[in-house]
C-alpha cells in the first residue's frame, strides 16, 4: 500500500476493524517512510456479469431495474420495502453465484419469479404476466392453475 503523503511502500498495519455488517475492514496504518498515519478500506468486488437481453443487447446488471419491477408487482400487497430489498440481494446473490460472464434476463426473470411465488401469489402473477407476456385471459388462467397445482402439492 503507498502512502498518500509520501508515496513510500513501507508501512505498517496499527489497527484493523470490521465494519457492522462485516462486509468491510478499516485497516490504520502507519507510513515507516514520514511516520504519518492513513486509514484504508479492504472489501470483496462484487463481479457481476453483463445481462444478455431477450433481443441480444448486453449491457450491465442493474439492480434498480430489478427493484423496480418488483416493487411495481408487490404495489398494494401487504410486503415491506425491506422485504422487497431481501428479494432483490437474492437474486443479485443468485447472478453473482452464476459462474459465467454474461447471463441471460430470462435467468435473472426467472429466479425473480421463483422468489415472489414464494413471497406472494398476486405479486409473483402480476411480474409473471409482464415478464411473460400474457396476451390473453387464457394465459393468465394456465397460470393461475400451475399455481394452486404446485400449493396443492406443497399441502401433500
Known amino acids: 500500500m503507498k502512502c498518500p ?3 513510500s511502500r513501507e ?3 496499527i489497527d484493523s476493524r470490521i465494519s457492522k455488517d ?4 478499516r ?7 514520514c511516520g504519518r498515519r492513513f486509514t484504508t478500506y479492504e472489501f470483496v468486488e462484487e463481479v ?9 443487447r448486453r449491457e450491465p446488471f442493474d439492480r434498480t431495474k430489478i427493484t423496480a419491477g418488483i416493487k411495481k408487482a408487490c404495489e ?3 410486503i415491506s420495502i425491506d422485504v422487497i430489498e431481501g428479494v432483490v440481494e437474492d437474486v443479485k446473490k443468485t ?6 460472464k454474461e447471463i441471460s434476463s430470462a435467468v435473472i426473470g426467472e429466479a425473480v419469479m421463483k422468489e415472489l411465488q ?11 404476466s409482464v415478464y411473460r407476456q400474457f396476451r390473453d385471459v387464457s394465459d393468465f388462467v394456465k397460470e393461475l392453475k400451475e399455481i394452486l397445482n404446485t400449493k396443492k402439492e406443497d399441502i401433500k
Open 118 to 128: 414464494r413471497l406472494d401469489g398476486v405479486a409473483y402473477v402480476r411480474f409473471a
Open 48 to 56: 457481476l456479469p453483463m445481462v444478455v437481453k431477450k433481443d441480444g
Open 27 to 33: 485497516r490504520r496504518r502507519e507510513c515507516l517512510g
Open 11 to 13: 508501512n505498517k498495519v
Open 5 to 7: 503523503f509520501c508515496t
Open 76 to 78: 398494494k400487497r401487504p
Open 22 to 25: 462485516g462486509d468491510v475492514i
Open 95 to 100: 447472478c453473482e453465484e452464476f459462474q459465467g
